[in-house]
């Protein structure tokens, strides 16, 4: 074997896995050990910022738990979870894009019928959200799965206020009707920003970038014969579009939100007048 000098670590070390069994874990180890030795070679890294680096990431991982993924937000703010996503969705057009699951779809959404609030404690800005489910030939897909969650007026999910918020506020799991449409009664989001009061947070604040990720609804549509899109549909006049901290913005999910003042409407609907209307049709593609 190679003895290890700086000029031919990275090499080295590569060599050192030339015997994995599974050929996938052999590129992904050799290509990982030249990428870091460059990165290692590349900012001439000292042995205090080595030092602080191991500290730093074990301190990322003793914040994680049940319902902290300290790791994933680690992920979330350096882009990594956003280039995973894009590479395995990949598109071509054909179909709504994906973006970031996120951390707040941790409980199961609760069965809703169309039409139904999911605003359980009335507050915020009145929305109708409704679209329609199609395959990429336009046809309707009947039946489809509409599972959607939100934050509130106030950026926050349900289960960040336990006992503020009522259970499952803001979720729900509707079923298309016959043509693929879909329609609920819910409330504006507004922008929040992520978990910062840990490591995360403290990249965020020495790097003099924000924790804000701009106003959105979740969704995962899913059809049967038809590829599932995870996704967001994000408010068109929300702040931070352009700089959401984990990078999950795309240009063809951004929908403007405008305000309906149309009191026969708003009756017909449910919903108190003015309110605003969300109207997001989502395309999937079909399973090769
Ligand atoms: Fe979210």
Redesign the pocket.
Known sequence: MELFSEERSAEVVAASFVDTPDPRLNQLMTALTRHLHAFVKEVELTEDEWAFAVDYLTRTGQLCDDVRQEFILLSDVLGVSMLVETINHRTGGASTESTVL???HMVQSPPRALGDTIALDGKGEPCLVSGQVTGPDGEPLPGALVDV???NEEGF?DVQQPGIQPENNLRALFTADEQGRFWFRSIV?RY?PIPDDGPVGQLLAATARHAY?PA???FIVTAPGYRPVTT?VFVADSPYLDSDAVFGVKESLVRDVPEVDDPARAAEVGLPNPFRTLTFDLTLRRLE
């Open positions: 996120g951390p707040f969650w939100q934050a999910y989001p929040y990720r959105h609804l979740h967001h």
